[in-house]
Every structure is written in structure tokens, then in C-alpha cells.
């Protein structure tokens, strides 16, 4: 069997490594702080319909604010005019648009992995 051919899952192995890796900073270059902030007050509206509690709700109740730690990139805030802690929601996202974690009235934290998904581009 000639060389070239134990080479060549490795080339192969390598061409997919670079794709992914080409596929995940197009994600990150392409997703806008706007993007991010329009699905999670979607979400908040959505959450509160949920809970039983969709009056007065609306998109410009959420606000932004940059991470406090390490893999977050966004923490928005969703509280309504005048501010009432059992209507406010709270979301950490990382860079990739991905929930990590948040707060609502009704529990102590959100489940990763609960929140809303960004479209993939």
C-alpha cells in the first residue's frame, strides 16, 4: 500500500478541523449584540405568558449589560416600568448567542440549555 494512503485520514481529519473551526467564527463575527438582545426579550415575553403574567409586557423592557464573568458576553435584564421583582427575568449569553444561565420570579436559576436558540447562519 503506498504511503500517501496513510495520509490521507489525516488530511481528511484536518480539513474538518479547520471547517469547524472556520464555522465557529463566522458565528461569532456574524452574531450582533442585537440579535442576542431581540430573541432574549422574544423569550421574555414568551416567559411571562407562560407564567401567567404577559400584562404590560413588552420588548423594550429588556436591557443589556456586558458580562460579569468569565463566559458571558451579555446579561439582559427584562423588568418592567415601574420596576417589580416578581415580573423580572435575567439571562446570561455567551458569545455564541447561547443561554448559560438566568433568574425568573418562579425559580432560583434556569437550566442550561433551556433558553432560546439564535438561528444558525
Known sequence: MPRWVWFVPLGGITLMLALWAFRLGWIVATTSETDVIETYAHQYLRDRARDGIADGAALTDCV?????????WLHIVCDPTPTDPSRS????VNRFG?????????????????GPRLPET
Open 98 to 114: 447561547q443561554f448559560v444561565r438566568g433568574w425568573s420570579p418562579q425559580s432560583e436559576g434556569l437550566k442550561p440549555g433551556s
Open 89 to 92: 427575568y435575567e439571562y446570561e
Open 64 to 72: 443589556a449589560l456586558p458580562g460579569d464573568f468569565p463566559g458571558v
